[in-house]
């Protein structure tokens, strides 16, 4: 008996000697995206309607264009994808950055090439913008 409780102790002080630790991270509900985004970032919001595929046929043709642009934006200094929504009627996707419309410039021959084509981007002031500029195709 007295083995097993050495054993546990040993490896204890072993975990701690060795840097090991147990992190917790409490996260919280976040259902505003600009909590992470100050009202002034620049975004770029790229929409793809269903048509004749789901939204989920979408996500997955065009998963590697979306690492393309991220790393567009990022190598070019101009920003990073946030995130996408998936809908009934489509499936969206949202960079932020410092410019929307260079953003756009970098965004625009990446999804040229895509699998799928856009229908609508929007360039916004913050998310909450009221007066976006619309491109559609």
């Given at each position: 008996?007295?083995?097993?409780?050495?054993?546990?102790?040993?490896?204890?002080?072993?975990?701690?000697?060795?840097?090991?630790?147990?992190?917790?991270?409490?996260?919280?509900?976040?259902?505003?995206a600009?909590?992470?985004h100050?009202?002034?970032?620049?975004?770029?919001?790229?929409?793809?309607?269903?048509?004749?595929?789901?939204?989920?046929?979408?996500?997955?043709?065009?998963?590697?264009t979306?690492?393309?642009?991220?790393?567009g934006?990022e190598?070019a200094?101009?920003?990073?994808?946030?995130?996408n929504d998936?809908?009934?009627d489509?499936?969206?996707?949202?960079?932020?950055?410092?410019?929307?419309?260079?953003?756009?410039?970098?965004?625009?021959?990446?999804?040229a090439?895509?699998p799928?084509?856009?229908?609508?981007?929007?360039?916004?002031?913050?998310?909450?913008?009221?007066?976006?500029?619309?491109i559609?195709?």
């Amino acid at each position: 008996m007295i083995r097993r409780w050495r054993l546990a102790v040993l490896l204890l002080v072993g975990l701690l000697v060795s840097g090991c630790s147990l992190t917790f991270q409490f996260v919280g509900d976040d259902d505003d995206a600009t909590a992470d985004h100050p009202d002034d970032d620049a975004w770029v919001m790229v929409v793809f309607e269903t048509r004749n595929s789901s939204a989920a046929e979408l996500m997955a043709a065009l998963e590697s264009t979306e690492y393309r642009a991220a790393g567009g934006l990022e190598l070019a200094g101009l920003g990073t994808i946030d995130g996408n929504d998936v809908g009934e009627d489509g499936y969206e996707l949202y960079f932020v950055g410092t410019d929307a419309a260079a953003m756009w410039k970098v965004l625009e021959p990446i999804f040229a090439r895509a699998p799928a084509s856009w229908d609508r981007v929007e360039l916004l002031k913050g998310l909450e913008d009221p007066r976006p500029t619309v491109i559609r195709r």
